[in-house]
């Protein structure tokens, strides 16, 4: 169980364009989803923490304008990256936790590696 | 804002020796939690630690969180080649359980 699926798991684009990675969690309701951004060989940075039905709420220095966070359903957020840039190419990772558990760790999904040209 | 450091960064040991990672937060958690990440992979949820001076035992691994609630260790005993990977420490506060999570330490262990 407590399974976590993302969507791409690979994307090229161009500078300029919008894209959208999904994050899905297939056997658990998640209340609570999680944005992390991680370079190579580095650490997790949180970027924002979504909640099903309400407004994201960003870590200090993330531009919500240019990551925009849908939390639509217990099952799925959505990340968009608008008009991404080459610094924006990243390795980005979701997580869930299971509302319904009373426990806080969080599942990952398996991310997306983000390559901006 | 709340920092956890962990140290570490890097570690490589022979197959048999022990290893140990350390994590220290700017201020006091409600909890800590560990994960590791295999090359290639995502991370993975290993324990989590909710009481001051809690230790806690998985086979070979050992978690310690400590008294004042803001330093935590994993010791690895006899390391073998399958615990090669990043171990994150990752501190929990404040509102919706959002964890706060360390560099990591990257281990490897040559057979």
């Known amino acids: 169980g407590a399974v976590v699926s993302q969507h791409p798991s690979r994307v090229i684009c161009k500078s300029g364009t919008s894209v959208k990675i999904e994050c899905r969690s297939l056997?658990?309701?998640?209340?609570?989803m999680f944005w992390y951004r991680q370079f190579p060989k580095q650490s997790l940075m949180l970027m924002a923490t979504?909640?099903?039905?309400?407004?994201?709420?960003?870590e200090q220095g993330v531009e919500k304008d240019k990551f925009l966070i849908n939390h639509a359903s217990l099952t799925l957020s959505t990340l968009t990256v608008t008009s991404a840039h080459p610094e924006d190419s990243s390795f980005y990772i979701c997580?869930?936790?299971?509302?319904?558990?009373?426990?806080?760790?969080?599942?990952f999904g398996p991310g997306t590696r983000l390559t901006v040209l | 804002g709340q920092q956890v450091m962990q140290i570490p960064q890097y570690q490589h040991v022979q197959e048999g020796e022990d290893f140990t990672t350390y994590c220290n937060s700017s201020?006091?958690?409600?909890?800590i939690q560990w994960y590791k990440q295999r090359p290639g992979g995502h991370p993975v949820f290993l324990i989590q630690?909710?009481?001051?001076?809690e230790v806690k035992k998985q086979k070979r691994l050992t978690f310690q969180f400590g008294e004042a609630k803001k330093n935590s260790s994993l010791h690895i005993t006899a390391t073998q080649t399958t615990d090669v990977g990043t171990y994150f420490c990752?501190?929990?506060?404040?509102?919706?359980?959002?964890?706060?999570f360390g560099a990591g330490t990257r281990l490897a262990v040559h057979p």
């Open positions: 997580s869930a936790r299971d509302g319904t558990s009373g426990r806080s760790e969080q599942f």
């Open positions: 056997d658990f309701q998640a209340t609570t």
């Open positions: 979504s909640n099903e039905g309400s407004k994201a709420t960003y």
């Open positions: 201020t006091t958690l409600s909890n």
């Open positions: 630690l909710v009481k001051s001076g």
């Open positions: 990752a501190g929990g506060s404040g509102g919706y359980n959002k964890l706060i």
